[in-house]
């Protein structure tokens, strides 16, 4: 796992139904680093390091809350800005890969 989702507070996740054991978590990454590049959003001369920390806040933030991507978006938005660390996306440009990442886990 990267150490952005070793950031996120997982204390709540123990009693999220939906929570990503760290396995799960370490295989979300694996498939993000693959396919960001490949993705409608991706921004050419961005790194992977730039979008991680989304993908972080969109599946961890699933396993936390659950439910529908848009009523999580402000507790997300908070993630994102405790997370984002050196990345160079605003929110607004992390939403995407945020909700990539939250409708991928969503779909199992």
């Not at 396919?35 to 790194?47: I, K, N, Q, T, V």
């Amino acid at each position: 796992m990267n150490a952005v989702a070793e950031e996120l507070d997982t204390s709540e996740l123990v009693k999220a139904p939906a929570a990503l054991s760290r396995h799960e978590a370490l295989g979300e990454d694996a498939h993000w680093q693959r396919a960001h590049s490949g993705e409608g959003y991706y921004r050419a001369g961005l790194d992977y390091e730039d979008y991680a920390p989304a993908y972080c806040v969109g599946y961890m933030g699933y396993a936390q809350y659950g439910g529908e991507f848009d009523d999580a978006e402000r507790s997300l938005c908070a993630n994102w800005e405790r997370i984002k660390g050196d990345s160079r996306l605003s929110f607004d440009e992390a939403l995407p890969a945020m909700r990539a990442a939250w409708s991928r886990v969503a779909g199992r």
